[in-house]
T-cell receptor
Framework: DGGITQSPKYLFRKEGQNVTLSCEQNLNHDAMYWYRQDPGQGLRLIYY???????QKGDIAEGYSVSREKKESFPLTVTSAQKNPTAFYLC?????????????FGPGTRLTVL | KNQVEQSPQSLIILEGKNCTLQCNYTVSPFSNLRWYKQDTGRGPVSLTI?????NTKSNGRYTATLDADTKQSSLHITASQLSDSASYIC?????????????FGKGTSLLVTP
């Protein structure tokens, strides 16, 4: 899992509630990413940030929000607008500048909506 | 549309046997191809990365091949161990106007049995 931590590991949410997933890295990486993983599907990009105070929508950003106030932190909020939030969420980081640079992934957070 | 197709979807082999996983892609313009191993409930970990000019790369018992002409890659696992049970994900990087984009396969789920 490198130097990336995600918390909590398991999260349960009632419908209509917003929840925030934590992602912290101590790798001094500029770029950070949030992915969603569903059974039988590839990872899908939610949001990414290449520098502090800047972030971009990925392929499935609707119903999610992020912030990047510090280089080492990239929290993801799953809002009540997300229709089907139950999934495994992965945070990743990379030293920016080259596609050759490996994306290091955190251990993931499994979110279940009750 | 950039796509990454992996086969088989799942595979069961006996401990000690060899196996080969396939990845076909239509990603363009191609930058590199990486194989990840993802243990259940964990984040993916990189096994190998290959660029256009490389056609084989090894990491212990894992050997990846790349045929850039036919846009095919394979991951060969030699003398499998129980700890090889995991999902193996092929990720192809494509150059884009904003840098690069990662295209994820759905993964092959490998189960190694005693």
């Amino acid at each position: 899992d490198g130097g990336i931590t995600q918390s909590p590991k398991y999260l349960f949410r009632k419908e209509g509630q917003n929840v925030t997933l934590s992602c912290e890295q101590n790798l001094n990486h500029d770029a950070m990413y949030w992915y969603r993983q569903d059974p039988g599907q590839g990872l899908r990009l939610i949001y990414y940030s290449q520098i502090v105070n800047d972030f971009q929508k990925g392929d499935i950003a609707e119903g999610y929000s992020v912030s990047r106030e510090k280089k080492e932190s990239f929290p993801l909020t799953v809002t009540s607008a997300q229709k089907n939030p139950t999934a495994f969420y992965l945070c990743a980081s990379t030293a920016s500048g080259s596609s050759y640079n490996e994306q290091f992934f955190g251990p993931g957070t499994r979110l279940t909506v009750l | 549309k950039n796509q990454v197709e992996q086969s088989p979807q799942s595979l069961i082999i006996l401990e000690g046997k060899n196996c080969t996983l396939q990845c076909n892609y239509t990603v363009s313009p191609f930058s590199n191809l990486r194989w990840y191993k993802q243990d259940t409930g964990r984040g993916p970990v990189s096994l190998t990365i290959m660029t256009f000019s490389e056609n084989t790369k090894s990491n212990g018992r894992y050997t990846a091949t790349l045929d850039a002409d036919t846009k095919q890659s394979s991951l060969h696992i030699t003398a499998s161990q129980l700890s090889d049970s995991a999902s193996y994900i092929c990720v192809v990087s494509a150059r884009s106007n904003s840098g690069y984009a990662l295209n994820f396969g759905k993964g092959t789920s490998l189960l190694v049995t005693p």
